[in-house]
């Protein structure tokens, strides 16, 4: 059942609804101050208009609130969780039992690859797949999990009708289309930098467990991690070379306690008493990641010769190529979520298996 603002009689009754449930969880001490007295002073009414027009421009947009049938159960006697959110794509994935992946914006490519195996491993073994659709480890795990055709849920710290970073707006529309875009802010809002500590309180909260792949000690991927702990979810952690900077984080996580991941199987066999029954332990631990010899046409096999170790952008494979740049990026899309290449970390593309 989808709850909008589109009509203006529906949208002063959602929010009057709103306003009541923000006095309750006030009076209870709930987090979220700044967004609770928003609400309370009323959003404005530019905010309104924005969300009746978002709303209202695809069928696939809603508007949820708290107490309302589609409100995530994973939400269930949590402190601090929002009181509405704002979705597009299908709404019956917030049922479906998660996990939440998150790590470095700027990852090696061996964490990068890490991160869509173990998302692409999950997602096939039934398990979905949340995240913050930031660049890095977020987007590796949404990617994963589109490969696998599984389902993924991208929590924004802005509003949805714009999408940051820029980069990931062809990520963005493909889970739009086939997964779970949530934000708990109006269209039109920016991406504030308090924003995201909000977002990870939300991911966290979905997640059945969280795992941090590649992650510094002072990174926000660890405050998601000691959220989830805060919410009673087990928290897990990819180990990785002592000399790399940023598995420093992940080895603080596993001496405080946090799980050793080295497979899906690992996260599933913790796990298996949370999650329902159509995740087969045993199909988990016998997963391997497809070999990326998938068939390719002509025009894929260009753009493929063009790329090499050296992280490649859109503009020098056109020159390479010949081909229209329009034309390049819904190819790279498409290889992408078969694991031909990948975003190399500070942008560029790159072949799978080539690091510079």
């Known amino acids: 059942m989808r709850e909008s603002l589109a009509a203006g009689h529906d949208a002063q009754t959602t929010l009057s609804r709103i306003r009541d449930l923000a006095r309750r969880k006030a009076a209870e001490s709930a987090g979220n101050a700044q967004s609770l007295r928003g609400w309370l002073n009323g959003p404005l009414p530019a905010q309104l208009q924005a969300s009746r027009e978002w709303l209202a421009a695809a069928p696939n947009r809603h508007f949820i609130t708290w107490g309302g049938p589609n409100w995530p159960r994973a939400f269930a006697g949590l402190r601090g969780m929002p ?9 019956d994935l917030l049922a479906h039992p998660q996990v939440a992946i998150v790590g470095s914006r700027n990852p090696t490519p061996t964490g990068g690859r890490v991160a869509e195996r173990l998302a692409f491993q999950l997602a096939q073994a039934g398990v979905g797949i949340v995240s913050g659709l930031a660049t890095g480890i977020d987007a590796c795990a949404h990617l994963g999990a589109l490969r696998a055709e599984g389902i993924t ?24 289309e086939s997964g779970l875009l949530l934000s708990e802010y109006t269209p039109g809002t920016p991406p504030q930098k308090a924003n995201f500590p909000a977002r990870n309180r939300i991911i966290a909260a979905l997640g059945q467990g ?3 792949v590649e992650a510094t000690p002072r990174s926000g991927s660890l405050i998601t991690a000691k959220q989830a702990l805060g919410f009673g979810r087990d928290v897990f952690a990819v180990p990785g070379s002592i000399d790399n900077p940023l598995a420093r984080g992940c080895h603080q996580l596993i001496r405080e306690g946090a799980h050793l991941v080295e497979s899906a199987a690992d996260i599933v066999e913790v796990l298996a008493p949370n ?76 072949k799978i298996g080539q690091t510079t």
């Open 210 to 212: 969280t795992l941090v």
């Open 275 to 350: 999650l329902i029954e159509s995740v087969d332990r045993r199909e988990a631990a016998e997963i391997v990641t497809p070999a990326a010899e998938s068939a390719v046409t002509p025009e894929e096999q260009q753009l493929i010769d063009a790329l090499d170790g050296t992280p490649t952008t859109i503009d020098a494979l056109v020159t390479r190529t010949g081909l229209k740049a329009a034309d390049i990026s819904s190819m790279l899309l498409i290889m992408e979520l078969q694991g031909t290449v990948a975003i190399a970390p500070g942008g560029g593309y790159q």
């Open 153 to 176: 849920i991208a929590v924004c710290g802005r509003g949805l009708d714009d999408t940051y970073p820029a980069s990931n707006r062809r990520l963005a529309a493909q889970i739009a």
């Open 83 to 91: 009181i509405a959110l704002y979705a597009e794509g299908d709404l």
